[in-house]
Structures are given as C-alpha cells and as structure tokens.
C-alpha cells in the first residue's frame, strides 16, 4: 500500500470514529497536514473551530496566537485586521502605536500584543464577518505545528473532517 492508501486509510478511521484519544494523534496529523492539500487541510481545520465541542473560535485563535512565534503571530493579526470592522483596528491601534493610520503589524510588534487581547479581537471579527474563521483556518493551514497546540480533541475533530472530505474523493 502507498503512502496515500495509508494515508487514505488512516483518515477512514478518523472519519468513521474508530479512531481514540492518544499520542499517535499528533503523529496522525503530522502525516496528514504533509500530504493533503492546504485547502483541505484549511477546510478541517475550520469545521473544528466551528464544532460546539471546541471552545469558540476567540479562545482558540489566542490560545494559537500565544503559543505562536513572532511572523506567526503577524500573520494571524493581519489576517485578523484584514477581515475585521473599524471596530477591531481601534483596539489594535490603542495597542500598537503609529496603526490607526493603517499598514501591517510587524512580527515584532505582534509579540508585544497580550493573548487575551487577540482573543476579544478575534470574537470581534467573528461577529462582524463569521468567513474569518475560514481565513484564519488558512493560516493555520500553512502552520499546522501550530494548531497541535490546541490539543488532542481538536486534532481528532480535524482529522475527522479530513477524512469525511477525503472519502468522498
């Protein structure tokens, strides 16, 4: 069997629940996130920031942002301000000076922004377009390391969207 029939294989279990809780989940998503597409891992990875068994999305992206490194954190507050009302880059100008007049956050800048803060801002952003989870979820996407940090479940909840996706292939 070739490296897609066993990835193919493994996404099936995932899909259909036969797949537990357990250290190879990370190994499980390692192996996937290298060879699906980033649309499909992006489709995955935002079914599970939508699932009523994750913590809402806000949570989520400031758990990501704070355990994200200086570019990644970048880039998820661009993508951030680049979907969000007026209401969102007032928050981020009192935060990071010089902002309101537009522009991008370094990575610099961004490792000088609170967790907590990315958090109310990402539950802004929802509320003024819900299709921010979509393009945060491409963000991760490209960072899927990143996205092990919120833990087994929503691994599992990702490779089982993965998977309800590749069986219709």
Known sequence: MGLSGIIGSLL???AGGNATASEATNQHFD????HVDAGTLSSGI???MRSPQTPDF???VGQLFGNG????????LNTLLAGAGPGVLGSLSSLIP???GGGTITPQQAQAIPADAVTKIAAQAESHDPSIIDRMSAVYAAHPGLVQTLGTGAMMLALHEIGKSFQKT
């Open 12 to 14: 099936q279990q995932y």
């Open 31 to 34: 192996q996937v996130a290298q």
């Open 69 to 76: 490194n200086g570019d990644q954190k970048a880039s998820m």
């Open 58 to 60: 806000g949570s989520m």
């Open 98 to 100: 010089g902002l309101a």
């Open 46 to 48: 935002s079914a599970m």
